[in-house]
């Protein structure tokens, strides 16, 4: 996965476990796009302190996953809805005896959709 | 939900951030179904020390679900998955054009039970 994309994830399901200072410089830095540089500046601490802080925050999150793995449960989930879609959406109107039985296909369609991007 | 129902949960989700020793005495109660006399005795330590060991425990387990609420996003998800299984099997093989459509969904559903059985 995407490095950005992966410390997305691991603040989403970890986050709330880090302490106020971890939480905001982390997300100064993943989420508002923040250099080392603008982070030292705004926290008046040093560079190195902020490449230190993130180093550390990351590791302390990357910890909770390898303990209890729930990002990778999550995302077997996810590989699994995604199949199931896949295989929904294959279906044309065609298939069906009736409108009636297309539409109501379809509509769950949409549902399994809407669960796979809840994730 | 049953109290021994959410007290595997929550051993399940968070059970690895526990101490060696909590997590023994965790299951001797609650998967190996050990009384606190029972369990006083195997590990050489007063029943109050048992009580007082599980009590802690729990408190621990349920501190990280109201951080993380990650027990509430899955069972979120299964609720759904479920609802998504059961219109799926409302299904008759009539509501199909022909065998080979009505095979599709039965395995697709299938698909969908055991994806809500694995969460």
């Known amino acids: 996965m995407e490095r ?6 691991l603040a989403d399901f970890y ?12 997300d100064l830095h993943y989420e ?3 250099s080392h540089v603008e982070i030292a500046e ?14 550390r925050t990351e590791k302390i999150l990357q910890g909770y996953e390898d303990k209890l793995g729930l990002i990778r449960r999550f995302q077997a989930e996810q590989a699994k809805l995604s199949e ?3 295989l929904m959406q294959e ?3 065609k298939d069906f005896a ?5 539409e109501r296909h379809q509509a769950i369609s949409r549902k399994i959709e809407e669960i796979y991007q809840d994730i």
């Open 91 to 93: 279906y044309e109107q």
């Open 32 to 34: 508002q796009d923040f």
């Open 4 to 9: 950005i994309a992966r410390m997305a994830l």
């Open 15 to 26: 986050g709330p476990l880090l302490t106020p200072k971890q939480r905001r410089i982390w």
């Open 42 to 55: 705004s926290e008046n601490i040093s560079r190195q302190a902020v490449y230190d802080l993130l180093k």
């Open 98 to 102: 009736n409108d009636k039985a297309w």
């Open 84 to 86: 199931v879609a896949r």
